[in-house]
């Protein structure tokens, strides 16, 4: 994949080219909704009761053995998408690099903020997240429309996304956070509806979109999974699995596509 130098001539080229404009578009609205949330939303704070997860059971001197031991899909993903990517260089970007190198530390990160449910090993959950989110951001944001400048997007993607925790590590407001979560999330079905991809099986990527939608259902009913299966399988527990099963696609899509 040919990079391009930054110059003012290029950026302008890039920006002003017809087939960015929605790009534009998108990329001023969620600048917009950012600032508007911020100026006329209260702050929103951790609940002292996120930490509360229902399944506490301890096995092998390991507190909390399920939502920690839950994690190790997501190394076992990262390591073998990395591996991929490393080895097919030239049909993969250093942003999908990033990305499965993200999801190895998402695994450590969550299993030590499991060990000891607490804002301050939360960071440690978070901080690889975003760095999840926003290399997955500007991968499909690339092949999508443009592989120029792939490096300075990426490097302030993930810095905007490090910002977001360290902003609610400081303040205890989740708002920049939500956003910037949620809101690359939602950038991905507009790129694949508005943008031609010169890969096949996009539908991978949406496949893996349900599968995190739906992990979020299960970890916003925790405790009502965990009585329902009598004890068998906490909501908390069942939503590592299925965003692990949600990385997976993302792995099938990188495995499987082919140039169109």
């Given at each position: 994949m040919k990079m391009y130098p930054l110059t003012l001539?290029?950026?302008?080229?890039?920006?002003?080219?017809?087939?960015?404009?929605?790009?534009?578009?998108?990329?001023?609205?969620?600048?917009?909704?950012?600032?508007?949330?911020?100026?006329?939303?209260?702050?929103?704070l951790q609940k002292s009761s996120y930490h509360l997860l229902a399944d506490k059971r301890s096995w092998l001197?390991?507190?909390?053995f399920a939502d920690v031991i839950s994690n190790l899909p997501f190394a076992?993903?990262?390591?073998?998408?990395?591996?991929?990517?490393?080895?097919?260089?030239?049909?993969?970007s250093l942003s999908w690099r990033v990305y499965f190198f993200g999801l190895i530390l998402v695994a450590t990160g969550s299993s030590y903020y499991h060990w000891n449910p607490n804002n301050q090993t939360l960071v440690w959950d978070r901080l690889p997240m975003t760095l999840c989110f926003m290399s997955l951001f500007v991968a499909l944001l690339i092949e999508h429309i443009s592989f120029r400048f792939e490096k300075t997007i990426l490097?302030?993607?993930?810095?905007?996304g490090i910002s977001s925790v360290v902003y609610w590590h400081y303040t205890g407001d989740l708002r920049f956070y939500g956003l910037v979560?949620?809101?690359?999330l939602a950038a991905i079905p507009l790129i694949l509806l508005l943008y031609?991809?010169?890969?096949?099986?996009?539908?991978?990527?949406?496949?893996?979109?349900?599968?995190?939608?739906?992990?979020?259902i299960f970890e916003l009913n925790d405790?009502?999974?965990?009585?329902?299966?009598?004890?068998?399988?906490?909501?908390?527990?069942?939503?590592?699995?299925?965003?692990?099963?949600?990385?997976?696609?993302?792995?099938?899509?990188?495995?499987?596509?082919?140039?169109?």
């Open positions: 001539k290029t950026l302008a080229a890039l920006i002003n080219h017809p087939r960015h404009q929605w790009l534009i578009r998108i990329s001023l609205s969620f600048i917009a909704l950012v600032s508007v949330a911020l100026l006329v939303t209260e702050p929103m001197f390991i507190p909390n076992i993903i990262g390591w073998v998408g990395l591996l991929y990517c490393l080895s097919n260089r030239n049909d993969t490097l302030a993607s993930l810095l905007l979560q949620f809101g690359t031609k991809s010169q890969y096949t099986h996009r539908h991978y990527l949406i496949y893996g979109l349900a599968f995190y939608v739906l992990a979020k405790s009502r999974i965990f009585a329902l299966s009598d004890g068998l399988i906490s909501g908390h527990t069942v939503k590592h699995l299925l965003a692990a099963a949600a990385t997976y696609c993302v792995y099938l899509m990188l495995k499987e596509r082919r140039a169109c």
